[in-house]
Nanobody
């Protein structure tokens, strides 16, 4: 059974950092595409970052390039989203996604 569980959200001051984790079960993150999305209130869900299959090449939305880093650890079957220099506009619920499967989301609020 496939399951994704996100964690790591919380309240962060502007300019701060946060690392989100997505633990997968029922599949291997090492050879699949796992994506990070976010959804702010009143807005559509936005693809933030993804890490491609075997070669592990990451790609990012323009809005987070240079600030966010996606990575994975096959040993604990986890995909991470390291977020630096956070801005108020990064406030959203962050979700990880694999094929048709979604996690429950984790709230990130950037505010002073």
């Amino acid at each position: 059974q496939v399951e994704l569980v996100e964690s790591g959200g919380g309240l962060v001051q502007p300019g701060g950092s946060r690392t989100l984790s997505c633990v997968g079960t029922g599949f291997s993150v090492a050879n699949t595409v796992v994506k990070w999305w976010r959804q702010a209130p009143g807005k559509e869900r936005e693809l933030v970052a993804q890490i491609r299959e075997i070669e592990g090449i990451p790609s990012y939305a323009y809005s987070v390039q240079g600030r966010f880093t996606v990575s994975r650890n096959a040993a604990n079957n986890t995909v991470y989203l390291q977020m630096n220099n956070l801005r108020p506009e990064d406030t959203a619920v962050y979700y990880c996604n694999y094929l048709l499967y979604w996690g429950q989301g984790t709230q990130v609020t950037v505010s002073s």
